[in-house]
């Protein structure tokens, strides 16, 4: 499994206008999801908010009026036949689910007023600027991240109300008709023990219990893959929250942690994460250089984003890219602005090192392989990964960029690599396409002799399949 992100507004197409040729496309890169970012009906009031920020904006794709196609991308018919296009190539479709909030102009606020939390000083300590005066008059809250202040342009959903939970539910089934997958936003934001210390601090477990037994994320993806057993739940979350939600039910969860490591940690950090945590978790991570909510990576990264792909891509887990980043896009778009402010040409060298690398990671060894992560040598932290005989060593210096560090001299022992102590070796450097001559078995180890890695000095990183000889 590998996604791609599209920010549908700024992509500027209705859906029935994307071409199969653009879908085959993305298809014969690698992908096999597509995740549409942006697609639901527009929020007038949340455009009125944002443009009390900058003149150009539109309304925040993550304040929902309700879960109706945007009709400036052609509306639900024509999601349906992207979708059955997109299917007949090889390629999933996901969407966006909301669950902390509605748009301030939500019809649901109307129609059900009891599913939002209101202004109650007697449930917990309230400030003016944590709630906003309906048109209907009444005091609702803003919906909120507890670290940061209220969103503006929402409404805060009551999750402790039994009847919003079932609507979210049928919610939920009905998407699961139209679409493949969700990625399920801020999913930490809706569990028991976040809804009570944030709007129910006041009120005894006990009473709350009665109101939320159970966590709303495992009743809701076990019934809606009762029905739809191959619908993906993929859970954006932070606060360590991504063990547990992957126990609730989600598929996937977002691997923020190995970013924020990739970023800035030392590398005995980052292999003892990589060391402590179970491929289970790894292989229903989603790891990813960049997306909607962070920095550009060219930013970010600079050009350590090369070595830094080639480990992120290279492990166990889910590849994640967002549209802009295999060009070298600098602009980070908030994602209420649909038009850039710049025009910006393409990295070509970057996007054809991602173009090989997304090929290179097709191979069932790195979609299904098993996974070690084995040391750190001369800066380079080394992975093995094997499948059905084969193994292939993954290697990456994430501190420097491409040709700012040596072509490193390493030694790995062959039981690491679970070759017999004696075997005879040569390698195959994926990137490419060589046998890698200096490679030698000596005194139980692989060895890869200095400036013996002739893609190095373009990568910082490396792929090489170990095969005996």
Known sequence: MIIYELNARVYGKKFNQITNEELQHLVDLGFDWLWLMGIWRNSIAGKAIAQQTAPDFEASP???????????????????????????????IMADFVPNHMAPDSPLIDSHPEFFIHHNPDLRDESPRDNFLHPSGRYLAYGRDPYFPGWPDTAQLDYSHPELRSYQINELKRLATLIDGLRCDMAMLVLREQI?????????????NQYMPN?????????????????????????DKEPYLQQLGFDLTYDKKLYDL???????????YLQNVSNEYLSRS?????????????????NRQKPSAILSFGILGVPFIHQGQMEGFTEKLPVQRIRPLKEETTDEKLQKFYQQLLYIIKDPVFRNGEMLTLSMQSG?????????????????????APGNSP??????????????????VRCLDHWTGQTIDLARSENDNLVLPQNSITSWNETGGFLLEVFLD
């Not at 009570?196 to 709350?208: G, R």
């Not at 380079?380 to 420097?400: M, P, S, W, Y």
């Not at 072509?407 to 005879?424: E, G, R, T, V, W």
């Open 215 to 239: 966590e709303f994320w495992s009743e809701a993806i076990s019934q809606v893959k009762a029905l739809h057993p191959n619908f993906i739940f993929m859970a954006e979350v932070y606060w």
């Open 286 to 302: 989603v790891h990813f250089l960049e997306n909607h909510d962070e920095p550009r990576a060219a930013e970010r990264f600079g």
């Open 196 to 208: 009570k210390n944030q709007w129910f601090p006041k009120v005894d477990w006990n009473i709350f």
């Open 407 to 424: 072509n490193p001299s390493l030694s790995i022992p062959l039981m690491h690599l679970k070759l017999p102590l004696d075997a005879k």
């Open 62 to 92: 993550y304040a929902i009026v309700d879960y109706q196609v945007n009709p400036d991308l052609g509306g639900e018919s024509a999601l349906r036949d992207l979708a059955d296009r997109a299917h007949k190539l090889g390629l999933k």
């Open 380 to 400: 380079v932290i080394l992975v093995r990964r094997q499948l059905e005989g084969r193994t292939i060593l993954v290697g990456a210096d994430i501190f420097n």
């Open 262 to 272: 990739l970023e800035h940690a030392s590398g005995n950090e980052l292999v003892n």
